[in-house]
């Protein structure tokens, strides 16, 4: 039987992510377009197929992952997930080893050697580009959602023909609510506690005229938060804030958000970034496989929302792939950085599930980040010509 503090433990846990669910249905309210649009739907033939490609990022090692010291580390992929897909245990980042380059290489089929910093957009036209021109489709079709906050050009590409007006919907939730906290601090009195209650409490004032008014059912009973719930739910948001671990929790907000916007827009094509694991370049291996555990949870709850979806079950392929690895562990400090481009960095794994792809599968041919956009192209049925990657041919689409 648990003791009392295991479980207040866990109902703590429980309650933060509920304030996570609020948050994101919080920034979804104020942040996503508004389906002024939805006249508009009818007037283009929406795809009967939906991709998902999820970075298991930022940054995991294949020791830390799929080699059998890692299973730990990912139970649900090892026993809910891979059982149900095709496992490639040899996936190679043949580019440069940093997020906004190795994801804008998933994004495009084609290498980028642009700033890892995400001051450049792709070089080459993203599949959003070419999905959208060629099917005349809406932006609330393709989305990216990412944690790492260096994303925010990598929904399109300046290639002539291409760009912003085929461009992907761009969201990177942990920012936004690190903007919003910004401008509920910006104050006379400047940043402090105090501010960042005054934010929560504007949030609190929203959810009082009604959190169903977010889109969400957040919790069961009524429409008024009662006092006591709100007492708790202020005080999870306030030490939810003043929790020197929240930038860790940026991956749970990013999978709230990715299910809200599953929910309002169903789109086609949707590129979801993790990214938490890379604390790891503050040189805690316990906070990086935490974050990798938490990945494990979400990619398996993402996949259960997919089959509880009717717009999403039956029709849709999700591949899951960490855009990275790190450093090698020659002086047992690797796994804090992933510049070096040794093995260690590029070796990773690739996992792909649903439609189209054999279960119980594996095939040991090495394939490249960049196979993943040509596959996805045939998935979705457009073309996307002169790509650096190959189809995956082990996929039956
Ligand atoms: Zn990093």
């Not at 703590?12 to 996570?20: A, E, F, I, P, S």
């Not at 283009?44 to 299973?71: C, M, N």
Request: proline share 6%; hydrophobic share 40%.
């Amino acid at each position: 039987m648990a003791n009392k503090s295991e479980r207040s433990w866990r109902e703590w846990k429980t309650q933060r992510r509920d304030v996570l669910r609020v948050i994101a249905a919080f920034l979804a309210e104020h942040f996503l377009p508004r389906r002024a649009f939805a006249k508009k739907i009818g007037t283009y033939s929406k795809p009967s197929h939906r991709v998902i490609i999820v970075t298991f990022g930022g940054g995991a090692r294949y020791q830390d992952t799929l080699a059998p010291e890692g299973w730990r580390n990912i139970p649900h992929l090892t026993q809910d997930l891979i059982p149900q897909g095709l496992l490639y245990p040899t996936a190679i980042n043949d580019g440069i080893t940093d997020h906004y380059n190795s994801s804008a290489a998933l994004a495009t089929g084609n290498w980028q050697p642009v700033d890892p910093w995400g001051s450049q957009p792709p070089q080459s036209p993203t599949l959003f580009e070419y999905f959208r021109k060629e099917r005349k489709l809406p932006a609330e079709e393709a989305w990216v959602i990412a944690t790492n906050k260096s994303f925010g050009l990598i929904g399109s590409s300046q290639v002539r023909g291409f760009g912003d007006r085929y461009a992907a919907n761009v969201i990177l939730p942990k920012q936004l609510l690190l903007d919003a906290i910004q401008r509920a601090v910006s104050t006379d009195k400047g940043p402090g506690v105090e501010n960042r209650e005054a934010f929560a409490k504007q949030m609190l004032s929203a959810l009082d005229e009604g959190y169903e008014g977010f889109g969400w059912q957040v919790y069961e009973s009524g429409h008024q938060i009662s006092r006591e719930l709100k007492y708790s739910l202020e005080k999870a948001l306030l030490d939810y804030f003043n929790d020197p671990r929240v930038p860790s929790s940026g991956d749970t907000l990013t999978f709230f958000m990715t299910k809200e916007i599953m929910r309002r827009f169903s789109p086609s094509l949707m590129l979801v970034n993790f990214w938490d694991m890379d604390i790891a370049h503050f040189g805690s291996y316990s906070l990086h496989l935490q974050a990798i555990m938490r990945t494990d949870r979400l990619v398996w709850e993402l996949w259960q929302y997919v089959q509880s979806s009717p717009d999403y079950r039956g029709r849709t392929t999700m591949f899951v792939i960490p855009e990275l690895g790190r450093d090698g562990d020659a002086d047992g400090n690797g796994f804090c950085n992933h510049r070096s481009g040794d093995p260690s960095c590029r070796h990773v794994w690739l996992l792909a599930l649903g439609e189209g792809v054999p279960r119980r599968a594996g095939s040991e041919r090495p394939i490249r980040h960049v196979d993943i956009a040509p596959t996805a192209a045939e998935i979705l049925g457009f073309k996307a010509p002169g790509l650096e990657g190959k189809p995956l041919v082990e996929l039956a689409v």
